[in-house]
């Protein structure tokens, strides 16, 4: 039975373990869920016959509580479903350990500027059919232990090409894998290739069929962040199906020795068990794809020096524009530049723009910011004074706390260069310790500041609150350790805000940045991603210091036409072209019509 959202033949089917779609579906947990989103409202804008499959996850990410010493705890999130989510009929079923698991899904329309709509589907195993276990499958995101996440997974990549073909979507010719977790989904198409051939095995040219068909984008610049199970999970979840390639098919055998790592050669999977091989899901996405990107420049040559093996290529990130503008700048937007929803590109003209227009436009933003600051804390932040912006998830390579490092130093800035006020926000995993200490390290430099530089920790970062932040501070900060930020989409945010950057030149802002015209650089441009120096955190900070107290308060309380002209090349130069309008047109030239 054909879907309601099937009316148009769609050829590309996005998968990805997280999409963040409206404030109030917890079905994201951070950067990766919200570019996904973003993807598909691009996908929408340019009417590209997309289909997109997640998981339905009922408890979702968490909501994040913070005591008043900065001790995180996590809530189950609560949701209705069919508040948001419209339950299609058609049912499938994935096999784990030997047991069925039924599948539904439910459907969500994302509607693009010109009326398109790409349909999302979020597969939920949550019916009375299943065992408790499979049932909670579709439960938490990124919860449990590793085979709980690989469950997930084959739901994910398996039961996703099994849904959709229930579905009625037989014309896909594309399958775009964001991130590995959906990398299974390769062994479904290759025992489709197989049965449509008359076999039970798997050989090279369903290999290279199934080749042609995937696309997969890699967003992990470290080798420990990308998905390993071992393979007695394997063996464990697929008991009867661990013979399906023709072990005297070389293609098949090469294939099997990139993506299983093991200590010997052998003959055949259940012998790769017994050595204590692990799989890869990365390298199983990247032996069965067609085209292989990072999502900056600089993160696709670290993606080739941690796989050489693999031509990867580079697809910037990007925002979707209409999504993250603030109502006001969407307004001074709508009367200046008409065309800008349709074509992003015609942001460049946001050079002619009144300039008493585009700060009256972000004082509005900047108020409601600090309204939001003040409902949730009872602080009264000062619209006068410069306000500097930090939200991101909070884990040990992102530094939140880079400029807490010397607070005698901020307070002299504060006194000789001009008054500012810091404002954070971010989730840690609930299992990360080092991210929720930063948090309560955050907490203790509020307290040690006291009124010198007001800060306040926003808690429970979401949609809503990064829009404000993004859009309502008057500097984006963004400290990563070199080279582990492989896009950061958050600046590209208040780029479209008139909200100039001071970062780390790292991920996307060594494309972005152009010094006094876009924002501000955190030290040198580092070259090579491999060896070299290690992070000077003292120098880094040193540098931060000496930009905020040297130029950038200097420019905002003294020289405010400057700093207006930086926010106008902030729109003009980086909101123009950091957007998912953009990366998904490179995504049709290079990827789909590859």
Same mark, same amino acid.
């Not at 991603?529 to 955190?537: K, Q, S, Y």
């Given at each position: ?14 998968? /990805? ?203 992990? &610049? ?88 693999? &031509? ?13 503008? /603030? ?26 723009? &009144? ?27 000062? &619209? ?118 001071? /970062? ?71 909101? /123009? ?18």
């Amino acid at each position: 039975m054909a879907s309601q959202g099937n009316s148009v033949k769609r050829i590309v089917a996005y998968f /990805s373990m997280e999409i963040a779609l409206e404030n109030a579906m917890p079905s994201y947990s951070g950067g990766l869920g919200v570019l996904a989103g973003d993807t598909i409202r691009a996908a929408a804008d340019l009417r590209l016959p997309m289909v997109a499959i997640s998981l339905l996850y009922r408890k979702g990410f968490f909501t994040q509580r913070l005591a008043e010493d900065g001790s995180q705890t996590e809530d189950p999130v609560e949701w209705r479903v069919d508040d948001f989510l419209q339950e299609e009929p058609v049912r499938t079923h994935v096999s784990i350990e030997d047991r069925r698991v039924d599948l539904r899904c439910w459907r969500y329309s994302v509607k693009g500027v010109r009326g398109f709509e790409v349909p999302v589907y979020f597969l939920d195993a949550d019916l009375p059919t299943n065992a408790d276990a499979h049932r909670n499958l579709t439960g938490s995101l990124y919860g449990g232990d590793s085979y709980y996440r690989l469950c997930q997974e084959v739901v994910l990549g398996i039961g996703g090409v099994r849904m959709l073909r229930a579905l009625g979507y037989n014309d896909l010719t594309h399958y775009h894998m964001n991130e590995g977790h959906a990398a299974l989904l390769s062994l479904e198409l290759l025992e489709d290739e197989a049965k449509r051939a008359g076999r039970t095995a798997v050989r090279g040219e369903d290999i290279e069929k199934v080749r042609s068909k995937c696309v997969f984008t890699t967003h992990t &610049p470290v080798p420990a962040g990308h998905d390993r199970f071992p393979m007695e999970f394997l063996t464990r979840v697929f008991p009867k199906q661990t013979g399906f390639l023709d072990m005297k098919d070389a293609a098949s055998v090469d294939l099997m020795k990139r993506v299983l790592q093991a200590q010997q050669d052998f003959p055949g999977l259940e012998e790769a068990a017994r050595q204590g091989a692990t799989l890869n899901m990365t390298q199983l996405a990247l032996g069965l794809s067609t085209y292989v990107n990072g999502v900056a420049k600089v993160h696709g040559e670290t993606s080739r020096q941690m796989f050489p093996e693999v &031509p990867i290529e580079a697809i910037t990130n990007g925002v979707h524009a209409g999504t993250w503008t /603030s109502p006001a700048f969407q307004q001074l937007f709508d009367r200046y530049i008409p065309s800008w929803r349709e074509d992003n590109y015609s942001l460049r003209g946001a050079l002619g723009l &009144p300039a008493e227009e585009v700060w009256a436009a972000h004082l509005i933003a900047k108020h409601e910011l600090l309204e939001t600051v003040r409902e949730k804390t009872g602080l009264n932040f000062d &619209p006068e004074v410069f306000t500097i912006g930090f939200a991101r998830r909070a884990t040990g390579y992102k530094r939140a706390d880079l400029i807490l490092s010397d607070l005698d130093r901020l307070r002299q800035i504060a006194k000789n260069a001009g008054r500012f006020q810091i404002i954070y926000a971010g989730k840690a995993h609930p299992n990360d310790g080092g991210g929720k200490d930063i948090i309560r390290r955050i907490y203790h430099a509020k307290k040690a500041l006291k009124k010198s530089v007001p800060v306040v920790f926003l808690d429970n970062y979401n949609l809503d609150l990064g829009g404000k932040i993004t859009s309502g501070v008057d500097l984006w900060l963004n400290t990563p350790q070199f080279p582990l930020e492989a896009s950061g989409t958050s600046g590209m945010k208040s780029a479209l805000n008139g909200v100039p950057s001071l /970062s780390i030149l790292d991920g996307w802002w060594v494309e972005g940045h152009i010094e006094g015209v876009t924002g501000w650089s955190i030290g040198e441009a580092r070259r090579s991603v491999a060896g070299g120096a290690p992070t000077d955190n003292k120098s880094e900070a040193e540098s931060l210091y000496y930009k905020l107290e040297s130029v950038i308060l200097p420019m905002y309380y003294n020289e405010r036409n400057k700093f207006l002209e930086v926010m106008q090349h902030a729109i003009a130069i980086n909101g /123009s072209f950091f957007n998912t309008q953009r990366m998904v047109q490179q995504y049709i030239t290079d990827a789909y019509l590859r």
